[in-house]
């Protein structure tokens, strides 16, 4: 299995050029595409999750991650709450309520990988503690791809705010709700999962989710210079490269 998951890294890492390559050349992607990338991603993670975790606890987050998006995402297109006024266009396939189906799929697929590197971050013991260090810091790494990520599929046209915000046409209340998104599905998903929260750092087995987090990030940073977002393509160096430095020694000062 453990080969396997690397076989279907190599293949993510292939959508994630091609994709990227399309903003690099001043086009939008094929409304195929980032779906499709997306998909890879999610069956990547979550058999990634299913091995580490084990089933139940990984399925618990898949569920936990995916109920809380969605229904503050619905909530959001509705009434504008959580992250301010906007809607999907139809680009991400088909929606209900407002929210495409592939949307709790993404969030899942970045929020795992979050999860993982604030559990081997966290100097907390006490498990009610830790549940609430875990969950603060999954919600500030998740948020920090998006202050990269969310200009860039504006610009691609995935959504649209229907306000002129101060973060490259984003309200910032929008990085204050992906904050909260995560928050409460880590938070939650502690909760349920507390008798089997038996945490120990695998470095080998850790690396793919590591390799899925930095890539996606270094793709949109890369391609969003191309695009004239330079400014958030700087910002988000900044923000991704402290939880790069800060995990990677976890990870590959081990032989094996």
Same mark, same amino acid.
């Given at each position: ?5 690397? $076989? ?7 959508? #994630? ?70 809607? $999907? ?22 929020? $795992? ?36 990520? @969310? ?54 087995? @850790? ?5 899925? $987090? ?6 949109? #940073? ?14 988000? #160096?900044?923000? #991704? ?16």
């Amino acid at each position: 299995m453990h080969r396997r998951l690397w $076989y279907l890294l190599g293949i993510y890492a292939l959508l #994630i050029v091609y994709v990227e390559t399309f903003f690099v050349r001043g086009l939008r992607p094929p409304l195929w595409i980032t779906p499709l990338t997306t998909l890879v991603g999610f069956v990547l993670t979550l058999l990634h999750a299913m091995q580490r975790l084990g089933r139940r606890p990984a399925l618990t987050l898949l569920a936990t991650t995916a109920f809380v998006s969605f229904l503050f995402e619905a909530l959001g297109v509705a009434t504008g709450w959580v992250y301010g006024p906007y809607h $999907y266009t139809d680009r991400l396939g088909p929606r209900l309520f407002g929210v495409p189906f592939l949307i709790p799929l993404a969030w899942f697929l970045m929020a $795992y990988p979050s999860y993982l590197f604030a559990e081997m971050l966290s100097p907390v013991t006490s498990p009610a503690r830790r549940s609430l260090w875990v969950a603060t810091l999954s919600g500030l790494i998740m948020t920090s791809w998006d202050l990269v990520m @969310d200009p860039q599929m504006v610009r691609g046209g995935h959504w649209v705010w229907e306000v002129e915000g101060p973060y490259f046409g984003i309200p910032l209340r929008n990085f204050w709700g992906w904050w909260l998104t995560i928050f409460v599905s880590i938070w939650l998903f502690r909760w349920l999962s507390r008798a089997e929260n038996r945490w120990e750092i695998e470095p080998a087995m @850790d690396r793919i989710p590591w390799l899925v $987090y930095f890539l996606t990030a270094g793709a949109s #940073i890369f391609s969003s210079f191309f695009i004239g977002l330079e400014g958030s393509a700087m910002v988000g #160096i900044f923000v #991704i490269l402290p939880w790069l430095l800060l995990t990677a020694p976890h990870l590959f000062s081990h032989a094996g």
